[in-house]
Nanobody
Framework: QVQLVEFGGGLVQAGGSLRLSCLVS????????MGWFRQALGKEREFVGA????????YHADFVQGRFSISRDNEKKMVYLQMVNLKSEDTAVYYC????????????????WGQGTQVAGSS
């Protein structure tokens, strides 16, 4: 099994920055891709970005518009989501996910999920 633990969420003023972290443990050899998703209250889960665990590739959802970026530290077994210029509409629970054969925008393609971390952007 793969275990994921997110941390680093919090309340941030509009225009502020935050870095979310995801600690990966367990059967890391099974991971092909890592994704970040978010879910606001009453809304569907939304793709934020993904990184290929094997290659050095990342991509992000269009709405990010250069404000968010994904990176990882394989040695520390960490995946990060750096967020800048946060807006109130970025308020959501943010999840990291691991896929054994996917790194894509489809949340149902990921087999392993963390518990989520809350990000609240205040206007």
């Amino acid at each position: 099994q793969v275990q994921l633990v997110e941390f680093g969420g919090g309340l941030v003023q509009a225009g502020g920055s935050l870095r979310l972290s995801c600690l990966v443990s367990g059967r890391i050899d099974k991971i092909y891709g890592m994704g970040w998703f978010r879910q606001a209250l009453g809304k569907e889960r939304e793709f934020v970005g993904a990184t290929n665990w094997v290659e050095e590739s990342t991509y992000h959802a269009d709405f990010v518009q250069g404000r968010f970026s994904i990176s990882r530290d394989n040695e520390k077994k960490m995946v990060y989501l750096q967020m800048v210029n946060l807006k109130s509409e970025d308020t959501a629970v943010y999840y990291c996910a691991a896929g054994e054969s996917a790194w894509c925008p489809l949340w149902y393609e990921y087999e392993h999920w963390g518990q989520g971390t809350q990000v609240a952007g205040s206007s």
